[in-house]
Nanobody, 124 residues
Framework: QVQLVESGGGLVQAGGSLRLSCAASGRTFSTYAMAWFRQAPGKEREFIAAVNWNGINAASAESVKGRFSISRDNAKNTVYLQMNSLKPEDTAVYYC?????????????????WGQGTQVTVSS
């Protein structure tokens, strides 16, 4: 099992940047594919970005391409989400998720482990 703890959320003005971190417990972090999802008020949770076990392959949603990037540091058991050019519509609770495997997974049902989420609020 793996436990996930997100951090780095907060209040930022439109056009600003934030970097979210997700720290994972355990010694097998490198065997997990990782992803970020978000859920805005009144909306379903949606995929944002995913990265494979070694960080070589990544994918992101069309709504954030060119603005958000996912990365990981297996030595630190941490995955990051760099968010630039933030917009008010990016306001949501952001979750990191993990699933054992060497692939690149974008589907929410595929993920086994979830963090508690961190709030990101973008003011206009």
């Amino acid at each position: 099992q793996v436990q996930l703890v997100e951090s780095g959320g907060g209040l930022v003005q439109a056009g600003g940047s934030l970097r979210l971190s997700c720290a994972a417990s355990g010694r097998t972090f490198s065997t997990y594919a990782m992803a970020w999802f978000r859920q805005a008020p009144g909306k379903e949770r949606e995929f944002i970005a995913a990265v494979n076990w070694n960080g070589i392959n990544a994918a992101s949603a069309e709504s954030v391409k060119g603005r958000f990037s996912i990365s990981r540091d297996n030595a630190k058991n941490t995955v990051y989400l760099q968010m630039n050019s933030l917009k008010p519509e990016d306001t949501a609770v952001y979750y990191c998720a993990a699933v054992p495997g060497r692939g690149l997974y974008t589907g929410e049902p595929l993920y086994d482990y979830w963090g508690q989420g961190t709030q990101v609020t973008v003011s206009s």
